[in-house]
C-alpha cells in the first residue's frame, strides 16, 4: 500500500477532524468513535484516501463532479481568473465578464425561452430564490395571494429554510421547522408505494394529487409546483411514464409555475444537458449547481424564463434579493471552462452513446441477485431495491436503512463509493466513467451484495416485516 505522506498520519487527522469539525448530516460523537476517513486526491473516477486505498467513487463526490477529479484545466481557469479579478460582486450597478458570459452561455443550452439566470452559491441557496421569484411574481402580476409553493414528500432541495422546507424530509423539517405556504404532496415512488396497481396507474395517481392540492386550497393561491426530474437524495426513485406529462398538463391548466430542481439531473446527469428534456418538461425556472461546475467551485443559480424574468426585471422597484457571491467571478470562470469541456469532450453524448447503454446492461443485470428486488436507472443515475421478497416488494424487518447500510458498508470495504438511502442503494458516478471503470463498479458491487446478504443471513436479518 502507498501511503501518502505530505500530510498527518490518519489518526492524528482523525482526531483534528473530531474535536473541530462538524460535519452536515452527521452524529459527530459517534462519528468520531467510528472514525472518520479522509480523502486526499482525486483523479477521473477514483479517489485516494490518506490509507493510500484506491476508491472508485460512484457517486461523483456528492452528484456533482460530472466531468471527473484533477482536470488541470479547471484549475488554470480559476487561477487565471484569481489574477484577473478575484472578486466583485453584481450588485449596485455593476457587472464582470465571467457572470456575463455564462449567463450567456447557460441561456444558449437552457431550453425554451428560459434565458436569464439569477446566480448563487449552492443548490440551496438558489431555491431560496425561488420562492422570492415566484412570490415576487404573483405580487407583481396583481395576485399576490399566489404564494404557496407544492411540493414532493422526500423531493430534496437543499437545507437552508427555504430548501429544506421545500423538501419533504420529515427529519430536516424538525431540525429547527419549515417556512410557511409550502405544502407536499407523495412521490411518484411505485415500489414502495404503488401496491397493486401498475406503475403507470399509479404515475397518474400521484400527479393527480397536484391538482386535488390545487383545488384545495384554490388556484388562486398557488405560487408554483416544484420537483426533481428524477428524485435524487430521496433514493434515485425514476417516475413512472405517466407521471411528468400529467404534472405539465396540471400545472398548464391551472397556470401554477412549473420549478424543475436540476441540481442533480443537470449537465448530462440522464444524457442530455437537462432532465426536463429527457422527460419533456417545459419548465418556468430551472434550479442549478452541482454539475454546473463539476464541483470545482461552488455555484449554482435559477435559471428564468422571459416572462418571469421580463415582469421581475421591468418592475419599478428592485428585486431585494442577492448573495454576496452571486455570479462570483471564479466559480462563473470555472463553470465557463467544465462547459466548454462538457461540449468539446462530447460527454453528454458520451452518457447517451456508451456509459448509459454500457451500464445499463450490467446494472439491470443485478436484478438476479436475492437480494434486489428493483433495478432503475437513469441515465448515469441509478438505485438497487434491497428486499427480503421481490414478489411481495416486501419491506425488511429490521430498522429501514439497517440492510442498507450493511451493504454501504461493504462497498466501502471493497473501495466502491456508493451510497444507501434507507434500503435502497444508490450511485451517481462521474459521467466520464468509461466501459472498463463500469465494469469494476457493477463486479464490486455484486461482490459487496454477496457480501452484506451473507451477513444479513447469517445474523438473522433476513426477515420480511
Ligand atoms: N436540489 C437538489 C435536487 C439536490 O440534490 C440541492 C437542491 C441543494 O444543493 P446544495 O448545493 O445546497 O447542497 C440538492 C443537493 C444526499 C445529498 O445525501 C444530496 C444533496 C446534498 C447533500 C446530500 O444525497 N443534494
Known amino acids: 500500500m502507498i501511503q501518502i505522506t505530505n500530510h498527518l498520519p490518519t489518526a492524528e487527522l482523525q482526531a483534528l477532524d473530531a474535536a473541530h469539525h462538524m460535519h452536515p448530516f452527521t452524529a459527530d460523537a459517534q462519528l468520531a468513535r467510528r472514525g472518520v476517513r479522509v480523502i486526499t486526491s482525486g483523479q477521473g473516477v477514483w479517489l485516494t484516501d490518506s490509507e493510500g486505498n484506491r476508491i472508485l467513487d ?144 399509479f404515475g397518474l395517481l400521484r400527479a393527480r394529487e397536484l391538482e386535488e392540492k390545487i383545488l384545495e386550497l384554490g388556484a388562486d393561491k398557488v405560487a408554483a409546483f416544484i420537483g426533481e ?8 426513485i425514476v417516475p413512472p411514464a405517466t407521471y411528468w406529462p400529467e404534472i405539465q398538463r396540471i400545472c398548464d391548466k391551472y397556470g401554477v409555475l412549473l420549478i424543475v430542481d436540476e441540481v442533480i439531473t443537470g449537465f448530462g446527469r440522464t444524457g442530455n444537458w437537462f432532465g ?7 419548465p418556468h425556472i430551472m434550479t442549478i449547481a452541482k454539475g454546473l461546475s463539476s ?17 421581475i426585471g421591468g418592475a419599478e422597484d428592485d428585486f431585494n434579493h442577492g448573495y454576496t457571491y452571486s455570479g462570483h467571478p471564479v466559480a462563473a470562470a470555472v463553470a465557463l471552462e467544465n462547459i466548454r469541456l462538457i461540449e468539446e469532450n462530447g460527454i453528454v453524448e458520451h452518457v447517451r452513446d456508451v456509459a448509459h447503454p454500457c451500464l445499463a446492461e ?17 441515465g448515469l443515475m441509478g438505485s438497487l431495491q434491497l428486499t427480503p421478497n421481490k414478489e ?24 466502491l463509493i456508493m451510497r444507501h438511502v434507507y434500503d435502497r442503494m444508490i450511485i451517481s458516478p462521474p459521467l466520464v466513467i468509461t466501459p472498463e471503470e463500469i465494469d ?12 452484506a446478504y451473507a451477513e444479513v443471513k447469517a445474523e438473522g436479518l433476513w426477515k420480511e416485516a
Not at 449554482?300 to 424564463?305: F, N
Not at 450490467?362 to 437513469?378: E, I, Y
Open 58 to 201: 460512484g457517486m461523483a463526490g456528492l452528484w456533482c463532479v460530472n466531468i471527473g477529479y484533477g482536470r488541470t484545466e479547471l484549475a488554470e481557469a480559476a487561477a487565471r481568473q484569481m489574477r484577473e479579478l478575484s472578486y466583485y460582486n453584481t450588485f449596485f450597478m455593476t457587472t464582470h465578464v465571467p457572470a456575463i458570459a455564462l449567463s450567456a452561455k447557460l441561456a444558449e443550452l437552457a431550453p425554451g425561452d428560459l434565458n436569464h439566470v439569477f446566480f448563487a452559491s449552492s443548490g440551496s441557496e438558489a431555491n431560496d430564490t425561488n420562492i422570492r421569484l415566484v412570490r415576487r411574481y404573483w405580487e407583481l402580476k396583481g395576485q399576490p395571494e399566489r404564494r404557496v409553493l407544492i411540493a414532493r414528500k422526500n423531493g430534496y432541495h437543499g437545507s437552508t429554510m427555504g430548501g429544506g422546507s421545500l423538501g419533504g424530509m420529515p427529519y430536516i423539517h424538525a431540525t429547527g421547522g419549515k417556512i410557511d405556504g409550502i405544502e407536499h404532496i407523495g412521490q411518484p415512488h411505485w415500489w414502495a408505494e404503488g401496491e397493486d396497481m401498475t406503475p403507470e396507474e
Open 295 to 311: 464541483g470545482y467551485q461552488p455555484i449554482g443559480g435559477s435559471v428564468v424564463c422571459d416572462e418571469i424574468a421580463n415582469v
Open 229 to 236: 426530474p428524477v428524485q435524487g437524495a430521496g433514493g434515485v
Open 440 to 451: 469494476a463498479l457493477v463486479a464490486r458491487a455484486r461482490k459487496s451484495l454477496d457480501e
Open 362 to 378: 450490467k446494472w439491470h443485470a443485478l436484478a438476479d441477485h436475492p437480494m434486489v428486488g428493483q433495478t432503475s436507472l437513469c
Open 276 to 282: 426536463c428534456q429527457t422527460f419533456g418538461l417545459r
Open 392 to 415: 411481495r416488494r416486501a419491506k425488511f424487518a429490521a430498522k429501514p436503512g439497517t440492510v442498507g447500510y450493511r451493504t454501504r458498508e461493504r462497498c466501502f470495504a471493497n473501495n
